[in-house]
């Protein structure tokens, strides 16, 4: 699975959340353009405080949804480093998003543009339209994937608890300590607030 790819043509429009220099979050809407080996690419005007928050705080974390509504749908999540390299790119980008020259229609008006990268980055895909759920992690760039799960140690005493209350089934109790299936489970932590001997714990 191409994540990038998926990210920028068929969900394209997504939120993205920073910070402002005050430590708060701020969200708004940003279209990805393109992207490449590299990472994603996006563009802004410098006059935006938007770009402001990205030079004083060049970290950024976005949200996509694609989908009818919640039962029909995938999302995907990332977060990475982002450069700006400037005006170069803007070609390009207009040319495979013809729509922007709607926005900015003369080269005058597109002298306020420039372009970011988001590169180094992990994220995650979650398919809520898949019985049971798939979620998987991936990386781009240097990064590596940090994304938590849930394992069972071998505490585990073989009682099925955490399987009883797993709302998705993903929890092998076949063998001991049971296993559960992070490709499937939502993160509910059902399974470690019902072990009657702490066996779950979330890495």
């Not at 920028?8 to 279209?31: F, L, N, Q, S």
């Not at 240097?142 to 998705?168: D, F, K, L």
Request: charged share 20%.
């Amino acid at each position: 699975m191409n994540y990038l790819r998926f990210l920028t043509e068929e969900i394209h429009t997504v939120v993205a959340a920073t910070v402002d220099r005050t430590g708060k979050p701020v969200t708004c809407a940003i279209d990805i353009m393109d992207h490449d080996e590299y990472g994603l690419y996006f563009l802004t005007a410098r006059g935006k405080s938007f770009y402001q928050r990205l030079i004083d705080c060049p970290v950024l974390a976005l949200t996509g949804l694609k989908g009818p509504d919640t039962l029909h749908s995938v999302s995907l999540s990332l977060r990475g480093k982002v450069t700006e390299i400037g005006s170069d790119r803007l070609p390009a980008l207009f040319e495979k998003n013809p729509y922007m020259a709607a926005i900015y229609p003369t080269p005058e008006s597109r002298r306020a543009l420039t372009v970011f990268l988001i590169h180094d980055g992990s994220g995650e895909w979650f398919d809520l339209s898949r019985k049971p759920i798939e979620r998987q992690s991936f990386s781009f760039g240097s990064s590596i994937e940090t994304n938590s799960r849930y394992m069972i140690t071998e505490h585990c005493i073989g009682c099925e608890t955490c399987a009883s209350v797993c709302p998705q089934q993903c929890i092998d109790v076949s063998n001991i300590p049971a296993v559960i299936h992070p490709d499937h489970c939502l993160h509910c932590g059902n399974c470690q607030s019902a072990c009657p001997v702490g066996a779950v714990v979330l890495y």
